[in-house]
T-cell receptor, first 112, second 113 residues
Framework: EDQVTQSPEALRLQEGESSSLNCSYT??????LFWYRQDPGKGPEFLFT???AGEEKEKERLKATLTKKESFLHITAPKPEDSATYLC?????????????FGQGTTLQVKP | NAGVTQTPKFRVLKTGQSMTLLCAQD?????MYWYRQDPGMGLRLIHY???????AKGEVPDGYNVSRLKKQNFLLGLESAAPSQTSVYFC????????????FGSGTRLTVV
């Protein structure tokens, strides 16, 4: 069964304290792995798509990496405005309908 | 550019009542989706559509119906609401290549009492 597990569930950081969020996945062939950011009371906002092991993508203080079994979202020198829930999702290569399987998310709090 | 618009934003229903959640997108996306988000459960796919006039069941379709009469609109119906349908509902749309993933709406918070 295709599955996505994110850890930790919650993470508290001091401003400037770098860390990483983990997304472990089991899927029968990976078409793509997606990272989203979700602010309270809002819909998820697209961050990155990764397609193959070894791929990396960056956006401001965020960097996403991908291996054959997991993805990491590295946050460098975070600021309070980076506080949000970060969602990971996978799309199986067998899916031609865009169906995504989501993890439960990691809620990040960055204190000033 | 509005993106994906969901209405209403909040609603309280009594058990057994019916309602329709509306979703409209202005990006000319082919694919549209309805998800529900519950604490500890993540986002789960209810129904989806790969084009005007087509719909299909997702992971948790029971108790819901959908229609896509126009490419830009995707409607989610609850025929007889139950407390288990208390949730936050998100509509999303995407291009067929999913390069930029989904574009989500801001959600509808539904409470069934």
């Amino acid at each position: 069964e295709d599955q996505v597990t994110q850890s930790p569930e919650a993470l508290r950081l001091q401003e400037g304290e770098s860390s990483s969020l983990n997304c472990s996945y089991t899927v029968s062939g990976l078409r793509g792995l997606f990272w989203y950011r979700q602010d309270p009371g809002k819909g998820p906002e697209f961050l990155f798509t990764l397609y193959s092991a070894g791929e990396e993508k960056e956006k401001e203080r965020l960097k996403a990496t991908l291996t054959k079994k997991e993805s990491f979202l590295h946050i460098t020198a975070p600021k309070p405005e980076d506080s949000a829930t970060y969602l990971c999702a996978v799309q199986a290569s067998s899916s031609n309908t865009g169906k995504l399987i989501f993890g439960q998310g990691t809620t990040l709090q960055v204190k000033p | 550019n509005a993106g994906v618009t969901q209405t209403p934003k909040f609603r309280v229903l009594k058990t057994g009542q019916s309602m329709t959640l509306l979703c409209a997108q202005d990006m000319n996306h082919e694919y549209m989706y309805w998800y529900r988000q519950d604490p500890g459960m993540g986002l789960r796919l209810i129904h989806y559509s790969v084009g005007e006039g087509t719909t299909a069941k997702g992971e948790v379709p029971d108790g819901y119906n959908v229609s896509r009469l126009k490419k830009q609109n995707f409607l989610l119906g609850l025929e007889s609401a139950a407390p288990s349908q208390t949730s936050v509902y998100f509509c999303a749309s995407s291009r067929p290549d999913w390069v930029q993933g989904y574009t989500f709406g801001s959600g509808t918070r539904l409470t069934v009492v």
